[in-house]
């Protein structure tokens, strides 16, 4: 698993990177093929002070990509509001992936003596 960490408007400290990478050990934790996962913290210019903060992500697994993002007012609940919107994104997939396919019963057979 590779995870990406960048910034726009916001220098990506080692305290952000290890937060970021100790949340999302989460979903690898869930789901163990997952190959890339990209994750970009900003800072908008907007007068709604609770919005500003924004953290995106997007996740590549075996066959599918999922993509998220929250704002909040602090940066750092704004990632845990992301790793639970992916995790639910994640989970969802990986019961949907198996198998759900019932055996069939098994007939019955009465011995008449």
Do not use: P
């Not at 910034?7 to 937060?19: C, F, N, P, R, S």
């Amino acid at each position: 698993m590779s995870l990406r960490i960048s910034g726009h408007h916001l220098e990506v400290t080692q305290a952000i990177q290890g937060y970021v990478s100790e949340k999302f050990t989460r979903i690898n934790r869930h789901f163990d093929q997952v190959t890339d996962i990209k994750v970009l913290l900003s800072v908008d210019n907007e007068k709604e002070k609770d919005r500003r903060q924004k953290a995106e992500c997007s996740i590549h697994v075996k066959g599918h990509d999922f993509f998220a993002e929250t704002v909040h007012a602090d940066l750092y609940a704004a990632i845990d509001l992301l790793v639970d919107k992916i995790d639910l994104q994640v989970a969802k997939h990986k019961t949907k992936m198996q198998n759900h396919h019932h055996v069939a019963a098994k007939r019955l057979v009465e011995v008449t003596e």
